[in-house]
Every structure is written in structure tokens, then in C-alpha cells.
């Protein structure tokens, strides 16, 4: 394998065949596209010395960490419609702009997430938040491209409407109810277009994981968590966790899984653990 491969997924929203040469030519990388689900995942197994670089969306990302021995370094290149993971290492949106800053970028040792041996970067979710990225993913992917950011405001709100705004508890962690649950890995959770999302404001890459999970959800409430996740403050009347290195969470009826923004199917029970300093990434 060459000393430096660019791992790219040519259906990933912001990559194109111009910005495919102009990243290649920048990071003086071999181009390789994904063909398939789980390609990338197979293309970093594959790779013992060098750099390997991803130019995709989240998806991507989450499938190349997960091939990672974690001793050769890992740069992400936002091409995806969100690309939360390189942008909250530091890493510009711009994809041209992120390669550039990687050609200087230090080697930078950061944990990972796992729950029930599935490995992810930056955030995982239980029920209601997973729920809304499976029926985002329902709508289909023109040309292969995952809907925008407003897509899935607009379908936060058609589902808190069916509910008339009330979550009630359906999981349980280490024994607490509540009513859905975030995973974070590091900070931001996520991003809506440019405006970051702290929803769990105390994560780190370089700590374990922190859960945010709120004990039930009533209508005025809502506003309130938003508030908080956009300036970085705890809420009332959630749970928060903080660098933690395992926990479980379980369910009397199976929920939505998602990690990375990707749908793993319902769960009754799953175990989240943290892989700490397990990844080295340029950023």
C-alpha cells in the first residue's frame, strides 16, 4: 500500500471528482473509492505504516476507525452534509481548507466508543434520537446523499408533535429510568449547520465516555434543552455522566440504536464502553 492512501466515498454529499483531485494533490495521497458498505473498513485493516486519510461523511469515518489498529494515523476530510467528527477535532468544514491543515497537523491519541462491539467517534444514541435518524434515512438518499441538517429538524418536530412533546421514561441506565439517551464521546454532540450542539458540554476526546440522559420530557422543557445544548449548559432534570469506562443501558421493549448518525437496528440491552487514547488521528 502506498505511504499515503486517500480513502474516498464518491456518493458522500460534498465530494465531488474536482474536489477528489484537488484534496489528492494537496495531501500528495493515492486515491482509492469505496464500492460497497464496509469497504472502508477493509481498505484501513489493510494499511500497517503511513497515513491513511478519509474523505467522506460520517458514515465513512465511523467505518475506517473501526478498522483501526489505532497506531497508524487517521485524517477525516469533511465531505458529508454534517462531517461531525473532523470538525469537532478542529478541523475546518471546508474540504480543501481540512486537508491543508492536516498536511501540518501532530499525531493526536483519542479514545473511542463502543457499544456492544461496534466502535464509534464522536456520539451514540438510544430511542428517541435514534428513532429520528432512522426515519431521515426512510426518506432515502438522493443519489446515494444523505438529506440535510434541516431534514432532520423538521423530523425532530414531526415526531415530538405525534408525542405531544412527552417522552416518557423507557430505558434504564444502571438501574435510573429515563426517557432516551445520548452518548458522547467528545464535544460538540453534533452539529445544525454552522451552530454547534453541547449537549454534552463536559466531553473530551482524550476522556471516556459521557451520557446525557433526560428523566422524562414535557413540552416546556424542550426549549429548555435546546437553550442548553446551544450555549454549553447542563439542564434540569437530566442525568449526566461524566469520562466514564463502561456502563449499560436496558429496555423492556427494543429501541433504536444509532451511532455516528448511523441506524444499528433495535436493542434491548447494550453495553457502552470507552477505548481510551485507542485512535490516533491528525487534527
Given at each position: 500500500?502506498p ?8 456518493k ?49 469515518f ?43 497537523a501532530?499525531?493526536r ?12 467517534g ?44 412527552r ?51 414535557r ?12 450555549l ?32 444499528l ?19
Amino acid at each position: 500500500m502506498p505511504t499515503s492512501l486517500l480513502i474516498v466515498n464518491p456518493k458522500a454529499s460534498a465530494v465531488t471528482e474536482e474536489r477528489i483531485d484537488s484534496v489528492a494533490g494537496i495531501l500528495g495521497a493515492d486515491v482509492v473509492e469505496t464500492e460497497r458498505p464496509g469497504h472502508a473498513t477493509e481498505l484501513v485493516r489493510e494499511v500497517t505504516d503511513g497515513v491513511v486519510y478519509v474523505f467522506a461523511g460520517d458514515g465513512g469515518f465511523n467505518e475506517a476507525l473501526n478498522g483501526s489498529s489505532g497506531e497508524v494515523p487517521l485524517g477525516f476530510i469533511p465531505g458529508g452534509g454534517s462531517s461531525v467528527l473532523p470538525r469537532a477535532l478542529g478541523l475546518p468544514r471546508d474540504p480543501e481548507a481540512a486537508a491543508r491543515q492536516l498536511t501540518v497537523a501532530q499525531p493526536r491519541r483519542i479514545s473511542v466508543g463502543r457499544v456492544n462491539g461496534r466502535r464509534f467517534g464522536f456520539a451514540a444514541a438510544i430511542g428517541f434520537p435514534a428513532e429520528v435518524v432512522r426515519r431521515v434515512d426512510a426518506r432515502g438518499r438522493a443519489n446515494g446523499r444523505r438529506p440535510p441538517d434541516r431534514t432532520f429538524a423538521t423530523t425532530i418536530a414531526r415526531g415530538l408533535l405525534e408525542r405531544r412533546g412527552r417522552l416518557d421514561p423507557e430505558l434504564e441506565v444502571d438501574g435510573e429510568p429515563v426517557a432516551f439517551a445520548l452518548v458522547a464521546n467528545g464535544d460538540p454532540y453534533t452539529y445544525f449547520t454552522r451552530l454547534p450542539l453541547h449537549f454534552a458540554p463536559d466531553a473530551r476526546f482524550e476522556a471516556g465516555l459521557d451520557l446525557v440522559a433526560p428523566r422524562l420530557v414535557r413540552p416546556t422543557a424542550i426549549p429548555r434543552l435546546f437553550a442548553a445544548a446551544a450555549l454549553g449548559r447542563h439542564a434540569r432534570g437530566v442525568l449526566y455522566r461524566h469520562d466514564l469506562d463502561r456502563f449499560e443501558i436496558r429496555s423492556p421493549e427494543p429501541l433504536p440504536l444509532q451511532v455516528d448518525g448511523e441506524d444499528l437496528g433495535d436493542v434491548e440491552h447494550a453495553v457502552f464502553e470507552s477505548e481510551r487514547r485507542a485512535l490516533t488521528v491528525l487534527a
